[in-house]
């Protein structure tokens, strides 16, 4: 466990080491008076990322960094257990290729499961592209999303996609930031003009352009959009497994659901590259593409902010990894594993990029019990 100590605030990182990066824009965090009455819990999957670290949590009152929540909103991991005993892996192969939409590839006519969402609801709407969030749902994505088969303790077929709000989330993200960064430029210049020499002048000057943050009727339009944009990610992941499992002739025993990049409203709690940890929740903490995933069981324990890491969290960069790693050795450590994915494209995804399980598993143990690990047999994962 690390403490870092900022002039407003402390975050607790449990972790065994960070990063210099991820380390200085906690500190950044505690530097600024607007989180001063935050709780601020860092997991151990904590790793450098725009605006501020992978595996950031914390409680919010009156105001929100889209930033901080992430241009992925509610991006998660849907998981079915399936009665079926084998699974002709170059039939689904061909599936995933014919059919969902990878990368930045979306469909040519709307999935039918448009209509459970209406994307006209956001505030937003005048603001980002529905035409092409319409035609998204049912698409996979590239970077760490995935499709993947594994077998669990006893043997059973698992499936998961990992998948998110796609592009019409990053719009909406980026549109509240952009939107939070202007108003508080605004407030800059008109107490500049008043020549004003507050308190409250010197905080907001001190708020970097990556954590400018929305209030007011900004934050109630945001929180209204972040929720349409978290059903629609639910939804896509939902479009992509109905799609497998119809077109497999699967048939599913048990199913759960996986989200991080979001806030908990009930509990006012950010979670940033982290899951909900409450008490009895089921969630999948998926390691790397060769050791596969952990189901876990929360605690509930609230020091933790009721939260868990939402993956392994990386070592090295993408750009690190690409320089670093060699195709040879990513090929062999994916030698058990049916991939038609493995190749330079997706190197920046290789296990040697992530920490490692046995590191997750023990860091995880005051706030998740594992009940299982999911071992993957085939996996598709695009390039971004």
Not at 60 to 85: A, F, H, L, S, W
Not at 106 to 126: A, F, G, Q, V, Y
Not at 223 to 247: C, F, T, V, W
Not at 256 to 282: P, Q
């Amino acid at each position: 466990m690390i403490e870092i100590k900022g002039k407003h605030n402390r975050a607790v990182c449990y972790a065994d080491d960070l990063e210099k990066t991820a380390k200085d824009q906690i500190t950044t965090l505690c530097d600024l008076e607007i989180f001063s009455d935050s709780k601020i819990r860092i997991m151990p999957d904590v790793h450098a990322g725009a605006g501020c670290t992978i595996g950031t949590t914390m409680t919010i009152n009156y105001i929100v960094v889209p930033n901080m929540v992430g241009v992925d909103i509610g991006c998660g991991i849907e998981t079915v257990k399936i009665e079926n005993k084998t699974i002709d892996f170059d039939k689904l192969d061909y599936l995933v290729r014919r059919e969902i939409p990878s990368g930045r590839d979306i469909r040519k006519t709307p999935h039918e499961s448009n209509k459970e969402i209406d994307l006209s609801m956001l505030k937003c709407k005048d603001n980002v592209d529905l035409h092409r969030g319409r035609l998204s749902i049912g698409t996979l994505g590239g970077g760490n999303h995935f499709i993947e088969v594994g077998k669990d303790k006893e043997g059973k077929l698992n499936i998961a996609v990992h998948s998110g709000s796609r592009n019409i989330g990053f719009q909406v993200a980026r549109y509240y930031q952009n939107a939070g960064f202007r108003v508080l430029k605004n407030k800059i210049k008109s107490y500049s003009k008043a020549k004003t020499k507050s308190s409250k002048n010197k905080m907001l000057n001190n708020i970097p352009k990556d954590l400018a943050f929305v209030e007011g009727e900004l934050f109630h339009d945001y929180l209204n959009d972040m929720g349409i944009m978290q059903k629609y990610a639910d939804i896509n992941r939902k479009a992509i497994m109905s799609i497998i499992i119809e077109k497999m002739n699967l048939k599913p025993v048990d199913r759960f659901s996986t989200i991080h990049n979001y806030i908990d409203i009930e509990n006012m709690i950010l979670r940033k590259g982290a899951v909900s940890a409450k008490l009895n929740e089921k969630f999948l903490v998926p390691i790397n593409m060769r050791d596969g995933s952990l189901v876990c069981i929360g605690k509930g324990n609230s020091d933790w902010n009721y939260s868990a890491p939402h993956g392994a969290g990386r070592v090295l960069s993408r750009t690190q990894a690409f320089k670093n790693l060699s195709l040879k050795d990513y090929k062999s450590e994916m030698s058990s594993v049916y991939s038609t994915t493995v190749g330079q494209d997706t190197l920046d995804e290789a296990p040697m990029a992530y920490k490692s399980m046995e590191y997750i598993s023990r860091m995880i143990e005051p706030t998740a019990e594992i009940i299982d690990r999911i071992v993957p047999i085939y996996n598709f994962k695009a390039a971004e």
